[in-house]
Structure formats: structure tokens, C-alpha cells
């Protein structure tokens, strides 16, 4: 008989947000089955309150989003190896139902090559899915579940098998596509990754650009990410595909300036460790449906 999958979670908090990390705090608690151990990453921030038994981190400094949650990996050994998965949860988000964390045990147990679950997210108030918040390209449908090629980065279930073999998130992304960044890296060894429309994760709908740090970082971080992951062919195709969409959705003069300004940030500064994926990754990428250049 085989022993259930051992769940851990990881939040991090900047600690403006109390109420809501406690009643997240409280969703995780409340899963059926075995316990999940939580720990809190305060990313440059005092931790709130917690609930006992609840571990936390105290970070002097913001290491930003990849840089917060490895952190809180490591809490669980290294790469996570003291639990079998971990879910990754915003701390203003919440879990409305309590099968969560079964359903994540099942896909894991049910497919030994899928490393990543990532949930559907949705408006407390009005139920609805942001079509931003539907990792693939025909996202009309956010109640279909289906394979895909991102995630969502606090609303998701990783395999620590998966951190282990291909590394934890990029930190020097700070926020924005360190999701997509670990979930290339996934694929290209070989394992899969599920949005699954039955786990949900209630957050308030919100809009990307309320970071200031946005239009800056999201340019610089699609360059980093193609030439870290990308065959040489594909860099300048993937971000010059970008370029153009950028430039068809009109943002702001000052939005743009930002952008172009990360944009060469992204061609002039190290990248990290350059790791181009096989092209049959690629070919993988284009049958589910996103082909690696746009």
C-alpha cells in the first residue's frame, strides 16, 4: 500500500495583508487529508500573526517573487525534499474548497510525469476568470481543463522531483516569467503540466500594471527568457514577436518607455546559465498549442 503524497505549501508576504493571509492560512488548514505544513517567507517584511504550527521566515531584504519562494523551498530541505509536492499560494488568495489538496495527491499519483498542477483562479465576488489567468492561448473556455505549457505562480502544485532535476525558479527575475521559465525547463526533461479547472484558488481580480516595477521587468525578463531557454534561431523571432505585440496594444508613453527601457535592459545584462531547449521541447511546446514564439 502505497503512502499518500506529503503536501507542503509555501506563501510569501510582504505583510500588508493580514486578514487575508490568515484566512488563506485558515483554507489550507481546513484541506481533507493529511496535514499540510505551511511556511510563510516574509520577503523583507515582518511575518503577521500566524497560526500555531505554522513555520515562517523573516527575510532582511525583498528577494522578490522566485527569490521569496525558493526560500521557502529550502525550509522544506533542500529542493523540497521533505515533502513529495508544493503548493505555491498568493497570501491574498484563498482555497473555497476543501478538495484541493486531494485532487493535487490524485493527478500526481494517477501520472508519474506530471510535475505541475496549476489551478484555475477566480474572482471571490463574481466567480469569473480572468482570461489572463488561463495559461494557454485559446483560453475562452477557463472551465476546461487541459495540458499547457506556464503556469500561474500563486495558484499551483509543483513535484519536488521536478525542482530537483531541473532547479529552482530563476532569481534574478525577480517578478514576472519566472513561472514560465521553470515550467520550459520542466518540459524539456520531460515532464508535463496540467491546468485543471476543478482547483480553484479565490483571489480579487486585479491588474498586472499595479506593480510599478510591471512594464520594466516583464520586457527585460521575456529577453532573459528566451536566451536562457530558446535555440539560437528562436530568440529573435520570440522576442521580436513580442516587440510587435507591445507596440499593437498602444501602452502609455510612459508604460512604453518603461518597456523599451527593460527591453535593452534584457540584450545587455547576464541572463544566468544558458540552457537552449531540444528542438523536439519545441515541437512538444507547438502541439500543446503554444509554439515558443509568441
Request: with cysteine; aromatic share 8%; charged share 25%.
Amino acid at each position: 500500500m502505497t503512502r499518500p503524497m506529503k503536501l507542503g505549501a509555501v506563501i510569501i508576504t510582504m505583510g500588508n495583508r493580514p486578514d487575508e493571509l490568515r484566512a488563506l492560512l485558515d483554507s489550507v488548514t481546513a484541506q481533507h487529508g493529511d496535514r499540510i505544513e505551511v511556511v510563510v517567507v516574509g520577503n523583507g517584511a515582518p511575518v503577521p500573526d500566524v497560526p500555531a504550527g505554522v513555520r515562517t521566515v523573516e527575510l532582511p531584504e525583498n528577494l522578490g517573487i522566485p527569490g521569496g519562494r525558493n526560500v521557502g523551498i529550502e525550509a522544506f530541505g533542500p529542493c523540497g525534499a521533505d515533502v513529495d509536492a508544493l503548493l505555491f499560494l498568493d497570501d491574498d488568495g484563498l482555497l473555497p474548497n476543501r478538495d484541493t489538496a486531494e485532487l493535487c495527491r490524485q493527478a500526481f499519483a494517477a501520472d508519474p510525469k506530471l510535475g505541475i498542477v496549476t489551478f484555475r483562479i477566480a474572482d471571490p465576488e463574481t466567480g469569473v476568470t480572468q482570461r489572463r489567468h488561463v495559461p494557454r492561448l485559446r483560453a475562452a473556455d477557463p472551465m476546461r481543463s487541459s495540458r499547457v505549457t506556464t503556469f500561474l505562480g500563486g495558484a499551483n502544485a509543483v513535484r519536488t522531483k521536478v525542482i530537483a532535476e531541473v532547479g529552482p525558479l530563476p532569481e534574478d527575475f525577480f517578478y514576472a516569467h519566472e513561472e514560465t521559465d521553470l515550467a520550459w525547463r520542466a518540459l524539456d526533461a520531460g515532464w508535463m503540466i496540467d491546468y485543471r479547472a476543478d482547483m480553484v484558488l479565490n483571489h480579487p481580480t486585479t491588474a498586472p500594471s499595479r506593480h510599478a516595477v510591471y512594464h520594466r521587468m516583464v520586457a527585460r525578463n521575456r529577453v532573459w527568457l528566451a536566451r536562457r531557454n530558446l535555440p539560437a534561431p528562436l530568440v529573435p523571432l520570440y522576442t521580436g514577436v513580442w516587440l510587435l505585440l507591445t507596440l499593437v496594444r498602444r501602452p502609455s508613453p510612459p508604460a512604453l518607455k518603461a518597456w523599451f527601457g527593460g527591453f535593452r535592459e534584457g540584450w545587455t545584462t547576464p541572463c544566468g546559465i544558458r540552457r537552449p531547449m531540444k528542438w523536439r521541447t519545441v515541437w512538444r511546446l507547438t502541439r500543446l498549442g503554444r509554439p515558443p514564439v509568441i
